[in-house]
């Protein structure tokens, strides 16, 4: 069985800056891509960012050039570091993982963290 156990979010005010971490566990042959989604009430889940195996990274436009995406394989771990955060990125953010356990590769979700850009 796999679980990612995501954290770091919270309260900020805007132009603030918040690190969320997503950490996989469990019978873990290997990982392909890595990500972070978001969703607010009432509307679609959305690609934040996403971090292949060899660490080439994609972002949304809304998000490029405030948040970074990063990857340590030797803990199984991803990272978004989110900087000049706007009120427009209150949502629950959910990490994803692409992670083989046997024979196939599977999409595995985290529980989600909620993150509050607010004054």
């Known amino acids: 069985q796999v679980q990612l156990v995501e954290s770091g979010g919270g309260l900020v005010q805007p132009g603030g800056s918040l690190r969320l971490s997503c950490a996989a566990s469990?019978?873990?042959?290997?990982?392909?891509?890595m990500g972070w989604y978001r969703q607010v009430p009432g509307k679609q889940r959305e690609l934040v960012a996403d971090?292949?195996?060899?660490?080439?990274?994609n972002y949304a436009d809304s998000v490029k050039g405030r948040f970074t995406i990063s990857r340590d394989n030797a803990k199984n771990t991803i990272y978004l570091q989110m900087n000049s955060l706007k009120p427009e990125d209150t949502a629950v953010y959910y990490c994803?993982?692409?992670?083989?356990?046997?024979?196939?590769?599977?999409?595995?979700w985290g529980q989600g963290t909620q993150v509050t850009v607010s004054s």
């Open positions: 994803y993982g692409v992670i083989r356990t046997n024979s196939d590769y599977v999409h595995y």
């Open positions: 469990g019978s873990i042959f290997s990982i392909n891509g």
């Open positions: 971090i292949s195996s060899s660490s080439s990274a």
